[in-house]
Structure formats: structure tokens, C-alpha cells
């Protein structure tokens, strides 16, 4: 069976840091794609012929607004069949996070500020690519 290259969901408001994540990312070698919140990432197929499943969605706390972004939260992860979840939190405060079911945990919280580069390590440490699937995704 062929690698399917890992299908990465950014989940933040800024489009200038979800773009230069996205081609950074990219550029490693993932598929990633963007989106500029939790309404807008529900809009994504989960079947995307010629496409990996989604395996990572790396949230951006300002995306976690709302009543309702618990709820969202949860059914974008159970949609894409619980994927990892990153989240990019706010530097040198705690945060308050909405409660997640017990199914649904951060696999890891990156505290801002971050560079890109250390954004992509981190998706590395929780999708390794094999050395021959490590190039550009274009």
C-alpha cells in the first residue's frame, strides 16, 4: 500500500501565521490545509479523493471563542475520526480550555510565542514522516 501523506487541519484566526505554518508545513512534507475557525474547519470533506484522512488539527486557542466552541470542537474531532489535536496557547498564562469529552485530550500544548519552525518539530514529534516521504507536497 502506498504512503498517503498525513493530512494536517490549522485551526487559526490570523491569516498570515495559518499561511506560513501551512507552507511551512508543506514543505516538510505534509498536506496541510487551513481554516479560519471552528464553523469554517466543519466545512471540510472527511473523503477527499487522492487525500490522507485528516490526522493532526492544530488549534489556535483564539479559535476557541464561543458557547459553542466545546460542541464544535467535538464534532469536527469525532467527524475526522479523533484525530491528534495541537494547540497553540497563549504564553505565560493559564488557559481556560473547554471541557472535551474523554475521547477527545490535547496530545500537545505548544505555549506562544513560537517560531514556525518549532511549530513544524512539534507536528514531526507527533507525525513522523518516513525519510523518503519528507519532501514538499505540492
Request: charged share 20%; aromatic share 4%.
Given at each position: 500500500m502506498p504512503f498517503v501523506v498525513p493530512r494536517i487541519l490549522l485551526v487559526m484566526p490570523e491569516q498570515?501565521?495559518?499561511a506560513l505554518l501551512r507552507a511551512a508545513l508543506r514543505e516538510a512534507g505534509y498536506d496541510a490545509v487551513g481554516a479560519p475557525g471552528l464553523p469554517a474547519a466543519l466545512r471540510y470533506r472527511t473523503v477527499v479523493p487522492e487525500r490522507g484522512p485528516v490526522r493532526l488539527v492544530v488549534l489556535d486557542q483564539a479559535a476557541?471563542?464561543?458557547a459553542e466552541a466545546g460542541r464544535e470542537l467535538a464534532t469536527l474531532s469525532s467527524r475526522h475520526g479523533h484525530p491528534d489535536?495541537?494547540?497553540?496557547?497563549?504564553g505565560?498564562?493559564?488557559v481556560a480550555l473547554p471541557t472535551l469529552?474523554?475521547?477527545?485530550?490535547?496530545?500537545r500544548i505548544v505555549r506562544r510565542p513560537a517560531s514556525i519552525a518549532?511549530?513544524?518539530?512539534?507536528v514531526r514529534t507527533i507525525l513522523p514522516l518516513p525519510p523518503e516521504s519528507a519532501r514538499p507536497v505540492d
Amino acid at each position: 500500500m502506498p504512503f498517503v501523506v498525513p493530512r494536517i487541519l490549522l485551526v487559526m484566526p490570523e491569516q498570515w501565521p495559518r499561511a506560513l505554518l501551512r507552507a511551512a508545513l508543506r514543505e516538510a512534507g505534509y498536506d496541510a490545509v487551513g481554516a479560519p475557525g471552528l464553523p469554517a474547519a466543519l466545512r471540510y470533506r472527511t473523503v477527499v479523493p487522492e487525500r490522507g484522512p485528516v490526522r493532526l488539527v492544530v488549534l489556535d486557542q483564539a479559535a476557541l471563542r464561543g458557547a459553542e466552541a466545546g460542541r464544535e470542537l467535538a464534532t469536527l474531532s469525532s467527524r475526522h475520526g479523533h484525530p491528534d489535536l495541537m494547540l497553540l496557547a497563549k504564553g505565560g498564562s493559564t488557559v481556560a480550555l473547554p471541557t472535551l469529552t474523554p475521547e477527545i485530550g490535547w496530545r500537545r500544548i505548544v505555549r506562544r510565542p513560537a517560531s514556525i519552525a518549532q511549530l513544524v518539530d512539534a507536528v514531526r514529534t507527533i507525525l513522523p514522516l518516513p525519510p523518503e516521504s519528507a519532501r514538499p507536497v505540492d
